[in-house]
């Protein structure tokens, strides 16, 4: 999903302390995205209502304001495709000179 329309965002980007390990999120943070990764887990239940499985779901976001807020995000199963296929959207998708 990808939005270049401008939007106003209630929550505030924060350093973790913790670096940044993915290389598709460090190319994307030094062509001055911000990046927010979050997990979730989903819960499969059959029709009787037992729990028959855990889907993890991670959402990786990039932000960015040049003139105007660009926001991109996408949901994987694995923090390291969800990096990977966030890059390639905002490369594919976000036409600008400085591409990550």
Known sequence: ??????MRR???WTQQGHGVEHPD???L????WRTL???RENHVRDDRG???GVEA????????CRGRVRVASVTAPTQ???WVQLRSLVRNSIGDSNRP
């Open 29 to 32: 943070e030094r062509a001055g």
């Open 10 to 12: 209630t929550w505030t």
């Open 1 to 6: 999903v990808v939005h270049n329309e401008p």
């Open 50 to 52: 037992r729990l028959v």
């Open 37 to 39: 990764l979050d997990y």
């Open 25 to 27: 999120r460090h190319a």
């Open 80 to 82: 390291d495709d969800a």
């Open 57 to 64: 779901r991670w959402t990786a976001e990039a932000e960015r």
